[in-house]
């Protein structure tokens, strides 16, 4: 924690300006020596400052200089950042003369590392920093965002003084009997332990909301071969991305996208045509399609509506019965042939990859299946890592045990044990306590810089 870091903050490349930022105990006496400008060990706090980078009397770049003493900054040491012209050369030049003079280069996301490490951040803070980095879309920022002001990590807090607060009422009636406490009963804690295990379920119920916002969907174009999967990939997203000719099986490999359905994020992945086939190359691609079915979170089913419906694609559609789809009659500009009959129960959306809202239908049904207007419309206050989850579904182990041993009237001593490790649970999502192997893990994910 006493080391003096440094690391370029900005993307490395041709630009206006790149930005190498520097943290730690003696950063601000390190640039000083080769600033040309002035003393910067006596310059007020968050201030900025002309000069140039001076290495061995030569000039290597003209620089605004911010200076942050601590406590006020992000990482609650001194901060200097190098405000240089954008270049490779320049910025790394830049960087290579600070290493010589007494930095050390920052691992990836060790300046957020910092922060959490001197208590600016807790650990949900920390990791929000990077969804909001990440982030691609409206939503997912302000989601991320959300995060970052403390939103969620104030339920937690607020979840964990309860079962404080539970737990030392216990203590005081079974430690010190003397005193004029209230007796807690066990028809009290049942009810005190009901009401936080309330809170942690609807957390872990709207999960799926957070990954969502993340995350976003990741939906499967699947069907026959020359059913129009490519043109419906490439009309969504508004490119070629695809190759798309009238020979079936044209589509070998999965081919994906990205677009945004109401500021969500939603992975479009093509795949070849499923059929039966002696192509030993169309038949890797088969494989393949039949692979992502698997890890889809929706389906697209797609079928042509000038086309007759064949055993094989009920054979299909019954395959997938009970997984989350919309079958699409692509074609619906074309004659009719398709017996929907045989679709009963299946969600169906008609359109086309002709007219510029052919699309609009299956983009409706998509937001419509995924609830967007009900996920936008809440307070963002989601889980959204498999870290933040398991964690509380841990605590809600712990209380539901806890109340098992209410119903039982076991000893309430025998009950604070349960308590407590929900208690722990819920400071480990924020880092109260963690492992070190945790936060290497956590920050790797970063960038450098960050």
């Given at each position: ?29 390190i640039?000083d020596?080769?600033f ?14 002309y ?27 001194d ?26 280069l ?13 208590g600016r ?35 937690i ?15 005081v ?62 009309h ?22 990205k677009?945004s ?8 992945i ?34 042509s509506?000038?086309?007759?419906l ?16 919309i079958?699409?009659i ?32 299956l ?53 604070s ?23 290497d ?10």
């Amino acid at each position: 924690m006493n080391e003096n870091i440094c690391a370029i903050s900005t993307a490395l490349g041709i630009g206006a300006i790149s930005i190498v930022r520097c943290s730690g105990p003696d950063v601000i006496a390190i640039v000083d020596r080769i600033f040309s400008g002035k003393n910067l060990n006596e310059v007020p706090s968050h201030t900025i400052h002309y000069g140039y980078i001076v290495d061995n009397g030569e000039k290597i770049d003209e620089v605004l200089v911010s200076v942050m003493r601590a406590p006020k900054t992000f990482t609650k040491e001194d901060i200097v950042e190098i405000n240089c012209h954008g270049g490779i050369t320049t910025t790394n030049k830049v960087l290579e003369i600070l290493l010589l003079n007494g930095c050390r280069l920052a691992d990836p996301g060790e300046f957020t590392k910092k922060a959490f490490l001197n208590g600016r951040i807790d650990l949900v803070e920390a990791e929000s920093i990077n969804d909001l980095i990440e982030s691609e879309t409206e939503e997912s920022r302000k989601y991320a965002m959300n995060r970052l002001e403390g939103n969620l990590s104030q339920l937690i807090v607020k979840d964990r003084q309860k079962i404080l607060e539970l737990q030392a009422k216990l203590e005081v009636n079974y430690d010190y009997p003397e005193y004029d406490a209230p007796d807690m009963t066990h028809e009290l804690v049942r009810s005190e332990l009901s009401e936080i295990k309330r809170d942690l379920s609807d957390l872990l119920k709207n999960a799926q909301n957070g990954r969502l916002l993340k995350n976003g969907i990741d939906v499967a174009l699947v069907g026959r071969p020359n059913v129009g999967k490519s043109s419906i990939l490439n009309h969504l997203l508004d490119e070629n991305r695809a190759i798309v000719t009238d020979v079936a099986g044209t589509t070998r490999d999965i081919i994906e996208g990205k677009i945004s359905i109401s500021g969500i994020h939603i992975n479009l992945i093509d795949t070849a045509g499923i059929r039966k086939t002696d192509d030993v190359v169309e038949k890797i691609g088969v494989d393949k399609s039949l692979e992502v079915l698997k890890n889809a979170d929706l389906i697209i089913y797609v079928l042509s509506n000038n086309d007759e419906l064949t055993a094989e694609d009920i054979t299909q559609l019954t395959a997938i019965k009970n997984v989350k789809k919309i079958v699409f009659i692509n074609k619906c500009d074309l004659e009719d042939k398709i017996d929907l009959d045989k679709l009963d129960g299946e969600i169906i959306v008609r359109g086309n990859t002709v007219s510029p809202e052919g699309l609009d239908p299956l983009k409706a049904k998509i937001a419509e299946l995924f609830n967007f207007s009900e996920i936008k419309s809440k307070n963002y206050n989601y889980l959204s890592n498999a870290r933040e989850i398991s964690l509380v579904r841990q605590a809600v182990q712990a209380i539901d045990s806890a109340l098992t041993g209410v119903e039982e009237e076991i000893p309430l001593e025998m009950i604070s044990v349960d308590i407590k490790s929900a208690f722990d649970s819920l400071g480990d999502i924020l880092g109260v306590t963690y492992k070190d192997e945790l936060l290497d893990e956590l920050f790797s994910k970063f960038c450098l810089g960050k």
